[in-house]
């Protein structure tokens, strides 16, 4: 068969012409902040610029479900001798409560990725599920700061413990507040609902809705920004304080002549993979 008889590739890369660079068929579904739908147009480059959005919302949300699960799932054996079989403490509950609301997270993902709705802005579902999203995301807010400060208090020693741990979990606090600001911001505004319509179908996920003033969204960004920038501080804190103390196993090993790797301590604690995970919702 010559090339020119070829069917099409059908890959990312044509998805993304497709779906993005020539966005024929988006339709728009634009409410105010309490719901009701209003009158507004938008050029095809607005449209175009949504289209990417979603594009790359999908594409990055995909890898982070798979992390997700991945995670949860090769962890069960330890999850159960570790947190299961023993008697249970505040630590133990923070756990178990922040590794199963990272999991319900994850599920939040999935479900606002599949095509159940001709709406994605007035269907109760899709309502109930970025209410379901939301309450996730401050369980895992809150769960990580108190996890991390016990963390700090468990690896510090003397009185300085109290003013490391109290210190992380005011950066925490500080780290956390845009994030309230951002979603504040958004839920106060109007909201365009956008889907591309597949096969003549005009069914979208949930996912496909941004805030209606798209083009002056300086007072979200700034939230956002802020939120990494304090996101990055915190982890580097908690990051910091406990290299610092790795480096004083590792010194206390070399001394009676054990040899570790730094990087091995780190994982055994923990830190590295979580500073990884959190990296990513950061960036």
């Given at each position: 068969?010559?090339?020119?008889?070829?069917?099409?590739?059908?890959?990312?890369?044509?998805?993304?012409?497709?779906?993005?660079?020539?966005?024929?068929?988006?339709q728009?579904?634009?409410?105010?902040?309490?719901?009701?739908?209003?009158?507004?147009?938008?050029?095809?480059?607005?449209?175009?610029?949504?289209?990417?959005?979603?594009?790359?919302?999908?594409?990055?949300?995909?890898?982070?479900?798979?992390?997700?699960?991945?995670?949860?799932?090769?962890?069960?054996?330890?999850?159960?001798?570790?947190?299961?079989?023993?008697r249970?403490?505040?630590?133990?509950?923070?756990?178990?409560?922040?590794?199963?609301?990272?999991?319900?997270?994850?599920?939040?993902?999935i479900?606002?990725?599949?095509?159940?709705?001709?709406?994605?802005?007035?269907?109760?579902?899709?309502?109930?599920?970025?209410?379901?999203?939301?309450?996730?995301?401050?369980?895992?807010?809150?769960?990580?700061?108190?996890?991390?400060?016990?963390?700090?208090?468990?690896?510090?020693?003397?009185?300085?413990?109290?003013?490391?741990?109290?210190?992380?979990?005011?950066?925490?606090?500080?780290?956390?507040?845009?994030?309230?600001?951002?979603?504040?911001?958004?839920?106060?505004?109007?909201?365009?609902?956008?889907?591309?319509?597949?096969?003549?179908?005009?069914?979208?996920?949930?996912?496909?809705?941004?805030?209606?003033?798209?083009?002056?969204?300086?007072?979200?960004n700034?939230?956002?920004?802020?939120?990494?920038?304090?996101?990055?501080?915190?982890?580097?804190?908690?990051?910091?304080?406990?290299?610092?103390r790795?480096?004083?196993?590792?010194?206390?090993?070399?001394?009676?002549?054990?040899?570790?790797?730094?990087?091995?301590?780190?994982?055994?604690?923990?830190?590295?993979?979580?500073?990884?995970?959190?990296?990513?919702?950061?960036?």
């Amino acid at each position: 068969m010559t090339g020119t008889n070829r069917a099409p590739r059908f890959n990312l890369e044509v998805l993304y012409d497709l779906f993005v660079e020539q966005p024929i068929g988006m339709q728009t579904y634009i409410t105010d902040s309490h719901g009701h739908p209003i009158s507004q147009t938008f050029s095809n480059e607005t449209l175009q610029e949504l289209a990417s959005d979603m594009w790359w919302q999908t594409t990055r949300v995909i890898p982070m479900i798979a992390m997700i699960v991945y995670d949860h799932i090769i962890t069960i054996p330890e999850e159960v001798k570790m947190l299961w079989s023993r008697r249970k403490s505040f630590a133990t509950i923070v756990i178990i409560v922040n590794r199963y609301a990272l999991l319900a997270y994850g599920a939040f993902l999935i479900a606002i990725l599949l095509p159940i709705t001709e709406n994605p802005l007035l269907d109760p579902v899709c309502k109930t599920l970025y209410f379901f999203g939301n309450v996730c995301t401050w369980i895992l807010l809150i769960a990580g700061i108190v996890f991390d400060c016990l963390r700090i208090y468990g690896i510090t020693q003397g009185t300085g413990r109290i003013i490391a741990s109290f210190t992380v979990g005011l950066l925490g606090i500080i780290c956390i507040t845009p994030v309230f600001m951002a979603i504040t911001s958004v839920s106060t505004q109007g909201q365009i609902g956008t889907m591309a319509s597949f096969g003549g179908g005009t069914r979208s996920g949930c996912q496909d809705r941004f805030p209606t003033d798209y083009h002056s969204m300086h007072g979200l960004n700034r939230w956002l920004y802020t939120k990494s920038t304090f996101s990055i501080a915190f982890e580097a804190s908690v990051l910091g304080i406990i290299l610092f103390r790795t480096l004083g196993v590792k010194r206390a090993a070399a001394a009676v002549g054990l040899r570790t790797s730094l990087i091995d301590l780190l994982v055994r604690d923990g830190k590295l993979p979580h500073a990884c995970i959190s990296g990513n919702f950061t960036i």
